[in-house]
């Protein structure tokens, strides 16, 4: 299904980042850089609304990441 598809496609999104690493007290910049990427393809095909808004629902997941990453480095910050 249609479903499933989009999933597999927000799942391959999330793997095509690899491995990455993150310098301390970094935060979420490299996710909501991600996010304003998915943000800016969704906003360029107001023709597809099905393709935008599952880039919009890709850079909201890198939104939270983003969210995560800073709250990490504050509590990180805060044992440093």
Partial sequence: SCDTVEQAVRIERLNMRGVYSKA???GGQQERALAGQAKGWARAMPEFPR???ML???AEMWSREGDAADARAAKDALRW
Wanted: glycine share 12%.
């Fill in 56 to 58: 919009s629902a890709i």
């Fill in 24 to 26: 301390m007290g970094e």
């Fill in 51 to 53: 393709t935008a808004n």
